[in-house]
T-cell receptor
Framework: NAGVTQTPKFQVLKTGQSMTLQCAQD?????MYWYRQDPGMGLRLIYY???????DKGEVPNGYNVSRLNKREFSLRLESAAPSQTSVYFC?????FGQGGYGYTFGSGTRLTVV | QKEVEQDPGPLSVPEGAIVSLNCTYSNSAFQYFMWYRQYSRKGPELLMY????GNKEDGRFTAQVDKSSKYISLFIRDSQPSDSATYLCAMGGGPGNTGKLIFGQGTTLQVKP
């Protein structure tokens, strides 16, 4: 089925460990995004990539890096995990609506716990 | 002050009730207004999309945008237990139009049989 695929679905890390969250979309979308979702905070943008070869910081980029490997794939890396990065991470990709609007397709999320 | 404000609830209603969900925002440049539905332990899915002001109806769902008041609403008629989910408003657009969306905190809705 077409959509956004995230791996892994669950992960437990120790403080200071590193890991990469993978995201791939097969809808030929140009733009991709990484969000984190925390109780009472809604979805907050970490990084986004408007097109292949470009990345930009969002609202909460500290402690994260990203790579837009190609048009399909957009990875999120935690270099030294901290308990404050315990969250649910969502990858999304977007197409343009009519009149220039964008609608997102989300992956199913990665539940990350840092102990 | 957050750019988008949404009452987190939780909101509990009996089956068949009319539900009203709301968001306010501060950025008058927003042009695209969306509602996403998120079931427990799932990713959000696009429910409704509205460009600029006005109403849009899709089955039991109606989205309203009032740009003069910076206020958007989602109405659910004849609510069903299957409507139990978290509803997130999202908006974006304006100068630059990079495609970024700003999300509200989400309102958790429970529809009781």
């Amino acid at each position: 089925n077409a959509g956004v695929t995230q791996t892994p679905k669950f992960q437990v890390l120790k403080t200071g460990q590193s890991m990469t969250l993978q995201c791939a979309q097969d809808m030929n979308h140009n733009s991709m995004y990484w969000y984190r979702q925390d109780p009472g905070m809604g979805l907050r943008l970490i990084y986004y990539s408007a097109s292949e070869g470009t990345t930009d910081k969002g609202e909460v980029p500290n402690g994260y890096n990203v790579s837009r490997l190609n048009k399909r794939e957009f990875s999120l890396r935690l270099e030294s995990a901290a308990p404050s990065q315990t969250s649910v991470y969502f990858c999304a990709s977007s197409e343009a609506f009519g009149q220039g609007g964008y609608g997102y397709t989300f992956g199913s999320g990665t539940r990350l716990t840092v102990v | 002050q957050k750019e988008v404000e949404q009452d987190p609830g939780p909101l509990s209603v009996p089956e068949g009730a009319i539900v009203s969900l709301n968001c306010t925002y501060s950025n008058s440049a927003f042009q695209y207004f969306m509602w996403y539905r998120q079931y427990s332990r799932k990713g959000p899915e696009l429910l409704m999309y509205t460009y600029s002001s006005g109403n849009k109806e899709d089955g039991r769902f109606t989205a309203q945008v009032d740009k003069s008041s910076k206020y958007i609403s989602l109405f659910i008629r004849d609510s069903q237990p299957s409507d139990s989910a978290t509803y997130l408003c999202a908006m974006g657009g304006g100068p630059g139009n990079t495609g970024k969306l700003i999300f509200g905190q989400g309102t958790t809705l429970q529809v009781k049989p």
